[in-house]
C-alpha cells in the first residue's frame, strides 16, 4: 500500500514535470544558500480524523537543508451494534529535525535524500464494556528518498519514502510494552513555500 501510493505521488509529479518541460530556468528554481521554506504535509484526511504536518527549512548552502516539523494527528471511530457499543479515539503529534539533500536535478524536478531524528507522542482511550487509556512514546532516525517538483522559485511539493529505525515504550493500566525495529513509510504530499 505505501509503494502504491508512492508510485501515485511519483507519477503525479512526473506528468507535471512532463506537462511544464517547456519550461526552463536560467539556474534552475532550486533553493540558493540562505533561503528559508515553510513546510505543510498533507498526510491524509480520513473518516473521522486528520494527520497533518508543518514545518520550516533553511538552505545552509545551495544542495543542503536543515529542516524541522511538527505533526498532528486525531482519529476517532464509534462502532455501535446489536452487542452494545465501542468507541476509540487517538490523537498525537511528533517533532522531527533532518537534512536534505537534491542529488539530481533537471530544469525543474529534483531527486532529494535526507535523514531526520525524531519523537512521537499519541494517546488512545477506548471505550467499551471496559475503558482504557494506552500512551506510546516512539524515538526515530530515518533515511529517505524523494523527489522534489519546483513550480517556480516559490512554489514546490515532494514526496518521501523513508526507512525508519525507532523504539518506541506503549503503557496502560495492565502493562508496559518496549520495542524497537525497522520499518518503511511513504510522506503525504508535501507543499513547500520559498521566501
Known amino acids: 500500500m505505501r509503494v502504491m501510493r508512492f508510485a501515485v505521488y511519483l507519477t ?32 491524509g ?20 537543508g536543515l529542516n524541522s516539523s511538527l505533526s498532528i494527528a486525531n482519529s476517532a471511530s464509534d462502532n455501535s451494534g446489536v452487542g452494545g457499543s465501542s468507541s476509540l479515539e487517538s490523537t498525537g503529534y511528533g517533532l522531527s529535525l533532518g537534512l536534505r539533500k537534491p542529488f539530481k536535478k533537471t530544469d525543474s524536478l529534483a531527486i532529494v535524500y535526507g535523514s531526520n531524528i525524531g519523537y512521537r507522542y499519541s494517546k488512545s482511550e477506548s471505550q467499551s464494556v471496559v475503558s482504557s487509556t494506552s500512551r506510546s512514546k516512539f524515538y526515530f532516525v530515518d ?17 518521501d519514502y523513508a526507512v525508519i529505525y525507532s523504539k518506541s515504550k506503549s503503557k496502560n493500566e495492565i502493562s508496559t510494552v518496549s520495542s524497537r525495529g525497522i520499518s518503511d513509510n511513504v510522506s503525504g ?7
Open 12 to 43: 503525479i509529479l512526473l506528468t507535471g514535470a512532463v506537462v511544464s518541460a517547456g519550461v526552463a530556468f536560467a539556474d534552475g528554481p532550486f533553493p540558493k544558500t540562505g533561503d528559508k521554506s515553510m513546510d505543510f504535509t498533507f498526510d
Open 45 to 64: 484526511l480520513e473518516i473521522g480524523g486528520y494527520r497533518f504536518g508543518v514545518g520550516g527549512t533553511y538552505w545552509l548552502a545551495d544542495d543542503l
Open 143 to 159: 533515511v529517505l528518498l524523494g523527489v522534489e517538483y519546483f513550480f517556480n522559485r516559490q512554489v514546490s511539493v515532494s514526496a
Open 189 to 195: 504530499l508535501n507543499l513547500h513555500v520559498y521566501f
